[in-house]
Nanobody, 127 residues
């Protein structure tokens, strides 16, 4: 069964950090571009960060540049999102997703047309 499972969400104070993990089963993440997306209440789902297969080129949406870092460990079939200097506006359900065929890593994040999705993990930034 093809599956993506996110973990690592939780409650954190503003300025704090969290690391999200996205583990794949049933397929090899190394053949896919992987993206982290988030959806806050009442808002559309947005692409946060994406990482290309092969050379690992990355893309970040402007609001998280310099604060979030995406990485992948193909040996563990896992992708991570290190989130630092968290703000209340980062509060959302975070999803990871995989796409096999694409043109650029930026379009993976902006088009949100992915092959597989996880069920999400909730991140709450609040004092």
């Amino acid at each position: 069964q093809l599956q993506l499972v996110e973990s690592g969400g939780g409650l954190v104070q503003p300025g704090g950090s969290l690391r999200l993990s996205c583990a794949a089963s049933g397929f090899t993440l190394g053949y896919y571009a992987i993206g982290w997306f988030r959806q806050a209440p009442g808002k559309e789902r947005e692409g946060v960060s994406c990482i290309r297969r092969g050379d690992g080129m990355t893309y970040y949406t402007d609001s998280v540049k310099g604060r979030f870092i995406i990485s992948r460990d193909n040996a563990k079939n896992t992708v991570y999102l290190q989130m630092n200097s968290l703000k209340p506006e980062d509060t959302a359900v975070y999803y990871c997703a995989a796409r096999r065929l694409y043109t650029t890593i930026q379009t993976v994040c902006t088009n949100r047309d992915m092959d597989y999705w996880g069920k999400g993990t909730l991140v709450t930034v609040s004092s």
